[in-house]
């Protein structure tokens, strides 16, 4: 493992990510990639009598899931890394309170998925562990109670808006296996181009995923079109055209390959979410399901993965702070470089 | 193309033209149309009361009663919200809105207990309107009392 360019670190040994598993909520199911998920529940409660427990059963049974799927006993996994949106990442340390795992609680808004496989990536590189689960959930009704308005209120979504998703996402990065593997990771900067709308999370996230994806093509010294995909977390519509046309500033082209897991899991149309999806489940949903699937289906055989997150908090809106965003870049692939 | 990136200004400009607008104009027209039945409701109570010998000031009053608790039992069957998608100002403006606005985070707080939760944060929306729309009608009320 090693430090290229700027901020890029390539691995040496290449962990491999060896299992993965979703579930995502009612809304979700109805979505276009509903098939791909391990298990899609009927209503936002599950059983449970709030919210925020709802949130915390999710991400448990997740991780329950792909370590019965995964065949590796829990007590053979090293550690676990995982966030959520809730204050103090409630939902995982309170989900994953039980699972008896070394646990590292990540923070990286909707980047928490990326930002932990990174970490995880390091970890198992360096021979520090040989099995590490990676977890992040959101949920749509605790995460408007958190940041916006009572769901009961009457209120109107401006079509710049983002609808959070139900769910979550896990993986198991192990340091043996036949793939995909992670080959580089590129750990993004803070960026804050002062955008101040917390209904337009997409043009705030925008320009931390074109710093990381630019800095990750010129430490690799690879092109968009190198990649069969690169796929960001969750800037919606407005977000992703908005980096397709800043790429553009710099002579990178990436329509072909660009796609964003925010457009992915709705139905534009049918679902009225607006500008897309968003939320730490929305990258973790989308590549635990549907873009696990495909790189094992060798459908894609490249992938950069770019999870964005928007850096605030409800006090923060208040204040008239802006948005900081930040975006993480991790490329797997199915063959060793 | 010039870069967007340029600065904070010329990035906010470039978002302004790539983010969609809300459809002012049919918003409106919804929000006359649903606004206007809703009063119209009202005015309906209104003119029943009346008819049963209720005087003015009591008949206003029990059209208030009466939107409220429709607007407050609409909201607890999670229909309110629906209506208030469609409607915007609409529902929100007539007294439907301020019902909604106080059952709503009682609703959404009743996890945290009813001291903390319901009774603590039932007003985080409504609020507002209650501190500056009485502290407006008391300056109003002290003008009358010494000028007129």
Redesign the interface.
């Known amino acids: 493992m090693k430090k290229i360019g700027k901020q890029t670190i390539q691995m040496e040994n290449f962990p491999t990510i060896s299992q993965s598993a979703s579930i995502v909520g009612p809304k979700e199911s109805e979505g276009p990639l509903a098939k791909y998920f391990d298990r899609c529940l009927e209503d936002e409660f599950w059983g449970e009598k709030t919210w925020e427990k709802a949130e915390s059963k999710i991400i448990k049974e997740t991780v329950n899931t792909v370590i019965a799927k995964s065949n590796i006993s829990s007590t053979d996994i090293d550690f676990c890394f995982a966030g959520d949106l809730l204050n103090q990442c409630i939902s995982s340390s309170f989900g994953l309170r039980e699972i008896n795992i070394p646990f590292f609680g990540v923070f990286g808004a909707c980047s928490t998925f990326v930002e932990s496989m990174c970490l995880a990536s390091v970890f198992i590189d360096s021979h520090a562990a040989k099995h590490i689960v990676c977890a992040a959930s959101s949920h749509f009704c605790s995460a408007e109670k958190q940041f916006r308005f009572p769901l009961e209120l009457g209120n109107q979504r401006p079509p710049t808006s983002q609808w959070t998703v139900t769910g979550a996402g896990s993986v198991i990065l192990s340091s043996e296996g036949n793939g995909p593997f992670v080959t580089y990771i590129t750990p993004g900067k803070i960026v804050d181009m002062g955008i101040k709308d917390a209904n337009n999370m997409g043009a705030a996230m925008a320009p931390a995923a074109f710093d990381t994806l630019v800095t990750h093509l010129q430490d690799t010294n690879r092109k968009p079109s190198y990649y069969d995909a690169i796929i960001t977390g969750d800037l919606g519509y407005i977000g992703s055209d908005i980096l397709e046309d800043l790429c553009k500033t710099k002579g990178y082209n990436i329509n072909h390959q660009h796609n964003d897991c925010g457009k992915l899991i709705f139905d534009k149309e049918k679902q009225d979410t607006h500008s897309g999806g968003s939320g730490c489940a929305c990258i973790g949903t989308v590549f635990s399901g549907y873009l696990y699937q495909l790189m094992h289906e060798k459908k894609i055989n490249k992938l950069l993965l770019i999870a964005t997150g928007a850096l605030m908090n409800s006090t923060s809106s208040q204040q008239g702070e802006s948005i900081p965003g930040i975006a993480h870049a991790i490329s797997i692939e199915n063959c060793k470089i | 193309?010039d870069?967007?990136?340029d600065t904070?200004?010329t990035?906010?400009d470039?978002?302004d033209k790539?983010?969609?607008?809300?459809p002012i104009f049919t918003?409106c027209l919804k929000a006359f149309l649903i606004g206007g039945f809703i009063c119209s409701i009202g005015q309906l109570i209104f003119f029943f009361c009346k008819s049963k010998g209720l005087d003015t000031s009591a008949s206003n009053t029990v059209v208030s009663i009466i939107l409220i608790g429709i607007a407050a039992l609409l909201?607890?069957l999670?229909i309110?919200?629906?209506?208030?998608?469609v409607?915007?100002a609409g529902?929100?403006v007539p007294i439907t809105?301020f019902a909604?606005?106080i059952?709503?985070?009682a609703?959404?707080?009743k996890?945290e207990g009813y001291i903390m939760g319901v009774g603590g944060k039932m007003f985080t929306?409504a609020g507002p309107v209650l501190v500056f729309g009485i502290s407006a009608s008391v300056i109003v009320g002290m003008i009358y009392c010494f000028f007129v």
């Open positions: 193309m870069n967007p990136m904070p200004k990035y906010s470039y978002v790539k983010s969609p607008n809300s918003n909201t607890g999670n309110f919200n629906k209506i208030g998608k409607a915007g529902s929100l809105g909604n606005s059952v709503s985070p609703i959404e707080y996890s929306v």
